[in-house]
């Protein structure tokens, strides 16, 4: 039973994480919409110095002497960064979202993995790893030796490709997560765009076009997290969990 606790345990705590970055997403995306309507004077602002711009454009006499035009000019100016602000503001929020849901499903998997590694230690055994006694002896010092055994195990996988992660969960918990109904594929352009958002800004580079094949990006271009795409990548992730949690009580609860 103690392995059925635990693994509910983690499930739950996946679950209103992600629940809670859902609510603080429509939350978020609430206020800027209202905000952002609440901007009538600001909206006309902007058409206002458009007109004046377009009198210019159509070679009309504009209303002022060429004060007034720097004025207009810079005013204009300051409006149309504020409007960028706006639109930006929504896509930051996504793209942080979109961050912090990946980072929830990395660190289910350890968290997992790691719950079926302690109470089944047997499966640590690995002919390709040795220990001097330096540090079994530094292992069983610090505390449990098993439990210390599992974390680095995790640490290491933790630095893995997810192909990488999804081989090492099929060869020793003989699980194939292509079976869950969520491709690899699609785990790893998940991966991919995170690792995008928070080491590039965003920006696509010749690393992810190499890792994610027949990509409609271009180097250079700019990934964007929209509604769709966070709900999309949270469902598939959801799947995934789904499906690793189920199958791991199928096989270890005995």
Do not use: C
Request: glycine fraction near 4%; proline fraction near 2%; charge should be neutral.
């Amino acid at each position: 039973m103690a392995l059925v606790d635990d693994v509910e345990k983690i499930v739950r705590n996946y679950k209103e994480v992600t629940n809670s970055i859902e609510r603080v997403l429509i939350a978020g995306t609430k206020a800027i919409n209202e905000d952002f309507l609440k901007q009538s004077e600001f909206i006309e602002s902007i058409n206002q110095r458009f007109a004046f711009l377009e009198e210019i454009t159509h070679k009309k006499k504009p209303k002022g002497d060429a004060n007034t035009l720097v004025r207009q000019f810079n005013e204009l100016k300051t409006d149309l960064q504020t409007l960028n602000k706006f639109m930006l503001q929504p896509q930051v929020l996504f793209s942080m979202s979109f961050i912090y849901l990946v980072a929830v499903f990395d660190a289910y998997i350890t968290d997992i993995l790691s719950v079926v590694l302690k109470q089944k230690p047997e499966m640590l055994k690995n002919g390709e790893k040795k220990l001097s006694y330096d540090k079994l002896i530094e292992l069983h010092l610090s505390g449990d030796l098993i439990s210390n055994l599992v974390e680095m195990e995790m640490n290491e996988l933790g630095y893995k490709s997810i192909e990488d992660q999804a081989k090492y969960i099929k060869s020793r918990f003989g699980i194939d997560l292509a079976e869950s109904g969520v491709s690899i594929d699609d785990l790893v352009e998940i991966r991919a765009k995170r690792n995008l958002l928070v080491h590039n800004n965003g920006v696509v580079n010749s690393i992810f076009l190499q890792t994610i094949k027949n990509s409609p990006y271009k180097q250079g271009d700019k990934i964007e997290i929209k509604s769709k795409d966070w709900r999309l990548s949270n469902e598939k992730l959801f799947n995934v969990q789904e499906f690793l949690s189920s199958r791991i009580l199928e096989k270890f609860q005995k």
